[in-house]
């Protein structure tokens, strides 16, 4: 059931990338709220993630690797960006998608393994 999840994990990303692509169209475009937008764009991948981990600490057989607490704490450090930038305290968009690069990038290394 996990490596099913984990398949589900890169669409997720794909569609998060599809849709931060469009808030930057709407950015362009001088849309009012565009910020929001892009902040409510990353509910699915924080959602997922956050559904992955309930599912993943329920089962205590299965152990965390490294390359799994690694993507705990971008998914930690996306979850507070996120949060703070919809509070309107903190913004860094860029951030955002750095991070959400770095999760990408250890999905495909751990699915190489």
């Known amino acids: 059931m996990l490596e099913l999840l984990k398949r589900k994990e890169i669409y997720i990303i794909y569609f998060t990338a599809a849709v931060i692509i469009l ?5 362009l475009t001088g849309f009012k709220y565009s910020n929001y937008f892009f902040n409510f764009a990353l509910l699915p991948y924080i959602i997922t993630r956050g ?3 309930v599912i993943v600490w ?3 057989s299965e152990k965390l690797n490294a390359n799994e607490k690694n993507r705990i704490y971008v998914y930690i450090a996306v979850f507070i960006t996120v949060l703070l930038s919809i509070l309107e305290l903190f913004s860094a968009d860029f951030f955002v998608i750095f991070l959400i690069m770095v999760d990408f990038l250890l999905l495909q290394n751990d699915e190489k393994k």
């Open 58 to 60: 329920r089962k205590n």
């Open 23 to 27: 808030s930057g169209f709407l950015r």
């Open 51 to 53: 559904l992955y981990y």
